[in-house]
């Protein structure tokens, strides 16, 4: 593998663990020195008995609000879900669980509580960005993100799986992990260049504890023999059809194969062809220049079939037929369509770290830092991508399809946590009714990784993942941000709302403002320590 600098891994540390036309350049299993998560410190519990009183439950079912409602947690599972009155009435005591000495209590009347959110695109940062596990954790859970999936693994396979079980065993404050390796991680360098070779990787990985696999650019022949081999092995498989190989290989192929889900909306498109089988590409375009890459994307979709024509419904009644899975994350792309209001967003400056930054920054040899000489015309462009591709993501969902909330943040002006919230927005944005918003990033979730029968709604039986806010998310998803939602007191001033308030993970109950204070700390030490404040790009 060649020894590129930092600035030219971005693109193998963080989205895309591997990256040829013809095989994959396989990772050592630990790449880099990444920092370690340090040990739990934060949260209460688990508690033989915990009781949330009162509150408004959003099950995450697809079923509208419902409350007051005790739920009862015994240890990590929920135990009981009672309603216990009615709204503008006194709560109705008799037959309320009591609790017991050692056991804890919850106030949550007019609060609102919702299953804890997954976020299945999410990488956990790394050496090249500068970002901490603690830092990246700690801005999931202040978002309530209970359960994350890894596409790629790009720390590593050792230290993904590592951080996985201590999750698992609650030693660290961290959400869930599902890993999913990219292909070849762990290799040490050998080419997966045959379909044996790549079925003997795939059981290793599995065997190692890999809960799924991340494809990305690859022959037909080892797509086939890598999803075949997963299927075998009883793991998930998730891909990227980067453009490098989606000739030979769209998104309607790949489902065929039994592809588990795919990531953000290439390969779909391609799919779509009627009158073309390759992109319009300019006769000067080169892959490896990011703005011909990105721009020329977003004048992707407007060269598929147009909505509701007869290829169109085709492929998606064939991929809902497949049972298979979109994950869009609109929210990486959503800079191509308006770059200042992303990298002007209020969060940055208390919340990004001053190394991810810089790693953002317009840079000829860094993944996604593709600002060359963006403008209106490619944000025109990106605008009509969007309504496009959104047109089919929520007429995917209306036919039954699945479709899964993921932010792949970390790059692109996005943050974690903060990006997993705009992506439900963004989902709002194409037409998802707010119960459906909420279903995404929980019940769909789960399904998507096969969990469903233990995370994803508020039911008797599940493991107690919970979030606890204090205003009606469903009114504003903007009351999920860590900087609250905007709103006019009775003074005539303006004042802050929402924020989540209690993340709870395995019936341990962490304050997520705590949590998000402690980010605030880390980049305010990070900042001191440099003199370092953030402007726009280029000033």
Request: with cysteine; charged share 25%; glycine share 10%.
């Amino acid at each position: 593998m060649m020894n590129l600098p930092d600035l030219q891994l971005k693109l193998i540390a963080v989205l895309f663990t591997f990256m040829t036309i013809t095989a994959p350049i396989t990772l050592s299993s630990q790449p880099r020195s990444v920092p370690k998560a340090p040990p739990r410190a934060e949260g209460d519990g688990p508690f033989n008995k915990l009781i949330i009183r009162g509150a408004t439950m959003i099950d995450g079912t697809g079923a509208p609000a419902i409350g007051p409602v005790d739920i009862v947690i015994e240890k990590n599972r929920i135990a009981q879900i009672r309603t216990v009155g009615y709204p503008g009435l006194p709560i109705d005591t008799s037959g309320r669980v009591k609790a017991g000495a050692g056991d804890k209590e919850i106030n949550a009347e007019g609060m609102y509580v919702l299953p804890g959110f997954i976020d299945v695109h999410a990488h956990m940062g790394g050496t090249s960005q500068g970002t901490s596990a603690e830092y990246v954790f700690k801005l999931w859970m202040g978002h309530g993100i209970t359960t994350i999936r890894d596409p790629g693994c790009g720390n590593g396979a050792d230290w993904s799986i590592e951080h996985k079980l201590k999750s698992d065993k609650n030693e660290i404050t961290a959400p869930r992990i599902k890993a999913y390796f990219g292909i070849g991680l762990g290799n040490q360098g050998q080419a997966l260049t045959t379909p044996e070779l790549m079925r003997k990787w795939v059981a290793e990985a599995a065997k190692k504890g890999a809960d799924g696999l991340k494809l990305f650019s690859l022959p037909p022949q080892l797509w086939s023999a890598a999803i075949d081999e997963a299927k075998k092995q009883g793991i998930r498989t998730a891909a990227h059809h980067a453009q490098t190989a989606v000739a030979r290989m769209n998104v309607l192929q790949s489902a065929r194969l039994g592809l588990t889900s795919m990531e953000h909306w290439y390969g779909l498109p391609e799919a779509l062809f009627t009158d073309r089988t390759i992109q319009d590409y300019p006769l000067d375009y080169n892959y490896q220049n990011e703005q011909h890459r990105f721009g020329e994307a977003g004048r992707l979709w407007k060269q598929a079939a147009p909505p509701y024509s007869e290829r169109w419904n085709n492929v998606m009644d064939e991929l809902v037929k497949l049972d298979f899975t979109i994950v869009p994350t609109f929210t990486i792309y959503e800079a191509s369509r308006d770059l200042m209001r992303q990298y002007r967003a209020e969060w940055h400056d208390e919340y990004t770290l001053p190394s991810l930054w810089r790693y953002y920054a317009p840079n000829r040899a860094a993944h996604g830092s593709y600002w060359f000489a963006w403008g209106t015309e490619e944000e025109v462009a990106w605008r009509e991508n969007f309504r496009l591709w959104m047109t089919f993501v929520n007429e995917y969902k209306n036919r039954g399809g699945r479709v899964a909330a993921g932010s792949d943040a970390g790059l692109i002006y996005k943050l974690y946590g903060f990006g997993f919230i705009q992506e439900l927005e963004l989902l709002r944005e194409a037409g998802f009714h707010p119960l459906e918003v909420i279903r995404a990033a929980t019940l769909k979730g789960a399904e998507a990784l096969g969990m469903a029968d233990q995370i994803g709604s508020l039911e008797v039986g599940k493991l107690a993942d919970l979030v606890l806010l204090e205003e009606n998310p469903l009114q504003n998803l903007k009351v999920l941000y860590g900087t609250g939602a905007l709103k006019l007191n009775e003074k005539n001033e303006p004042t802050r709302v929402g924020g989540v308030t209690y993340t709870i993970k395995d019936g341990i109950v962490y304050s997520a403002r705590e949590l998000l204070q402690d980010v605030r700390r880390i980049v305010k030490v990070a900042k001191e320590k440099e003199g370092f404040e953030i402007k726009p790009p280029g000033r």
